[in-house]
């Protein structure tokens, strides 16, 4: 059992910083916080002046560069935060060129705990099952300054076709549900919070440490290795220098919010393509992000890159609707064992081949089995799993970013478990 504090407390927050948003809609209801599909006006309506008109984005030129505080080129005007009150403008036109970088990355998590050993464990399925639940993303880099994440893999705090859209001459996000028309504005310093607590709150934003770090070879680059640092821990960001990308730098700013710290900072550059950050957490606990290929190509979606999207439809202070909590199929879940193991009869009333997992934190936790994630379950909620056969599995929890990743208990399944609440809480043998 882990005592829950907020990652951000260690941060100094100067009066006026900090603003919130409330939003979020798990696919089901929490046993505490704001119900699924809130439609809750966001408090910074009430803080922010509203504009005169709305803000408009333009496509950015391939000579582009940052503000005055560090960049690539200090000729560009400095970038303007987003604001998320305020529905943008449409896209002017024409807009893009097709050509630019198309890369596959993906985050993963470490420490995970291997699958017991014993005839009934079906190894070929737990393998095609860790296939499927990596948190991976398509990336599209334009030389006009645009980029575009899409997420892919179902263990993220956001659904499958989600994408995350920015532009060199705005600090911020635009957030695009997967019908490809919703989104909203995602200020700087939400990236952390919505990945870690599946929330759109915003984050206070510090100036990092930057040092020297170690280059590798990386998909063919010599890259140029930075240590990035703040009170929440430190990352080795790895960059390529790739020419003709400037839309690079939107990768390192996305990355760099992971450690709170500001997208201004001078080693975001626009002759650099970020191809690897290992990050180290200051409570424990580590996470990579990394690129698994990286090509150039002439055949970007362009309307895909657009911001806001072609006909937009702005959900303010909404997140989108989660699919269910759990992350694989029936059938896949039911193969991780060859054949059911029962063991001595239990108590409480669990159904055969039922898992109950509580997450009392306050952050979004993910279900580990044989090392495996098979379920997001929202804080303060719970969940249940009935495809796993009756038997003996490994079983943990973990974090998005691998901050809190619980050591392995090997347990017998059907059980109930629970982590953050009370003492004796946790993974384990059921009495």
């Known amino acids: 059992m882990l005592v829950e504090a907020h990652r951000y407390a260690a941060l100094a927050v100067p009066v006026g910083l900090m603003t919130w948003t409330l939003a979020g809609c798990p696919e089901e209801t929490a046993r505490s916080g704001p119900p699924p599909g809130s439609s809750l006006p966001s408090p910074n309506a009430s803080i922010l002046p509203a504009p005169l008109k709305p803000p408009s984005l333009t496509a950015t030129s391939l000579d582009a560069g940052d503000d005055g505080e560090g960049g690539a080129d200090a000729s560009r005007p400095p970038p303007a935060p987003l604001r998320e009150d305020v529905a943008l403008e449409p896209d002017p036109e024409p807009l893009l060129d097709p050509l630019g970088m198309q890369i596959e990355a993906r985050f993963r998590w470490h420490g995970l705990p291997a699958p017991p050993t014993g005839p009934e464990v079906n190894s070929e399925a737990i393998a095609t099952a860790r296939k499927k639940t990596e948190r991976t993303m398509v990336i599209d880099l334009s030389p006009q300054g645009r980029m575009r994440v899409e997420i892919v893999g179902p263990a993220f705090p956001l659904p499958a076709g989600t994408e995350l859209r920015a532009t060199l001459d705005r600090y911020g996000h ?92 001078p080693l975001c550059s626009a002759d650099l393509v970020p191809v690897r950050a290992e990050y180290r957490w200051e409570g ?138 009370a003492p004796d809480a946790g993974v384990g043998e059921q009495p």
């Open 174 to 265: 635009v957030l695009v549900w997967p019908d490809g028309t919703s989104y909203r504005i995602l200020q700087p310093g939400t990236v952390r919070t919505l990945f870690e607590e599946g929330r759109a709150d915003v984050g206070p934003l510090v100036v990092p440490e930057v040092t020297s770090g170690k280059s590798v070879n990386a998909l063919g680059y010599d890259t140029t290795a930075h240590v990035v640092s703040t009170s929440l821990g430190s990352a080795v960001l790895h960059q390529a220098p790739i020419s003709g990308v400037p839309a690079g730098e939107l990768l390192c700013r996305t990355l760099l919010e992971f450690l709170a710290a500001k997208p201004s900072t």
């Open 284 to 421: 424990g606990g580590q996470l990579t992000f990394e690129v698994t290929s990286m090509v150039r190509t002439a055949t970007l979606d362009t309307e895909r890159l657009r911001i806001p999207p072609r006909t937009p439809s702005f959900k303010a202070d909404r997140l989108p609707r989660l699919p269910r909590a759990t992350l694989l199929d029936d059938s896949d879940l039911g193969s991780l064992r060859r054949r059911a193991v029962p063991g001595d009869p239990r108590d409480g009333g669990i159904e055969p081949e039922e898992l109950i997992a509580v997450n009392s934190s306050d952050t979004i936790r993910y279900l580990m089995v044989d090392g495996i994630p098979v379920m997001r379950i929202p804080p303060r909620s719970e969940r249940r799993l009935e495809s796993l056969r009756p038997g003996r599995y490994v079983l943990s929890w973990a974090d998005f970013l691998g901050a809190h990743v619980d050591p392995p208990h090997p347990s017998q399944v059907p059980l109930r478990i629970e982590i953050g609440g």
